[in-house]
T-cell receptor
Framework: GAVVSQHPSRVICKSGTSVKIECRSLDFQATTMFWYRQFPKKSLMLMATSNEGSKATYEQGVEKDKFLINHASLTLSTLTVTSAHPEDSSFYIC????????????FGSGTRLTVV | DAKTTQPNSMESNEEEPVHLPCNHSTISGTDYIHWYRQLPSQGPEYVIHGLTSNVNNRMASLAIAEDRKSSTLILHRATLRDAAVYYCILRKNDMRFGAGTRLTVKP
């Protein structure tokens, strides 16, 4: 079945540094991928839509310069959290939809980011 | 955006059927009804989706009201591994999550 691989699963970084999270579709091509963040005990919040070969579309209130998204190929989208601060600590999840319409979206296993 | 309303939590006994309701009174004709579930510290997992007709797959059944303003996810025999947060989502071009229903399965 369709698989989305997300890496790393956990990362701890110091305040002020940048962290890159990768999202790969392993057995299908994804022209569009989605990035979410989730705080403890809360639901997923859509941050941005990543479009292959063009700029990402960000949701209202999400800082483009802080959360850099690059979708350089049909199987890879990356989210870079720049100049991370403790309030950026969260669970980040990506997703993509396999072609065909017979199944729903496939989600990565998530990345737990802790900024210290 | 069309929104969904689900109960915050539900309980079920193991090996009994579970009916998880979802109201979506502002659904439009092109909105697909998707259901996902999420276990702690994991990404959501696709369960089932449909447009107008009831749907069955190996995981669950989806019953869609005739006016499409509500739907019900049916787990035919709940197991302990079905304990999760279940999300009902109306999909247009993206996927936006509501609060979901936390399902507890008692042995």
């Amino acid at each position: 079945g369709a698989v989305v691989s997300q890496h790393p699963s956990r990362v701890i970084c110091k305040s002020g540094t940048s962290v890159k999270i990768e999202c790969r579709s392993l057995d299908f091509q994804a022209t569009t991928m989605f990035w979410y963040r989730q705080f403890p005990k809360k639901s997923l919040m859509l941050m941005a839509t990543s479009n292959e070969g063009s700029k990402a579309t960000y949701e209202q209130g999400v800082e483009k310069d802080k959360f850099l998204i690059n979708h350089a190929s049909l199987t890879l989208s990356t989210l870079t959290v720049t100049s991370a601060h403790p309030e950026d600590s969260s669970f980040y999840i990506c997703s993509a939809r396999p072609p065909g319409g017979l199944v729903g979206y496939t989600f990565g296993s998530g990345t737990r980011l802790t900024v210290v | 955006d069309a929104k969904t309303t689900q109960p915050n939590s539900m309980e079920s006994n193991e090996e009994e059927p579970v009916h998880l309701p979802c109201n979506h009174s502002t659904i439009s004709g092109t909105d697909y009804i998707h259901w996902y579930r999420q276990l702690p510290s994991q990404g959501p997992e696709y369960v089932i989706h449909g447009l107008t007709s009831n749907v069955n797959n190996r995981m669950a059944s989806l019953a869609i009201a005739e006016d499409r303003k509500s739907s019900t996810l049916i787990l035919h025999r709940a197991t302990l591994r079905d304990a999760a947060v279940y999300y009902c989502i109306l999909r247009k071009n993206d996927m936006r999550f509501g609060a979901g229903t936390r399902l507890t399965v008692k042995p």
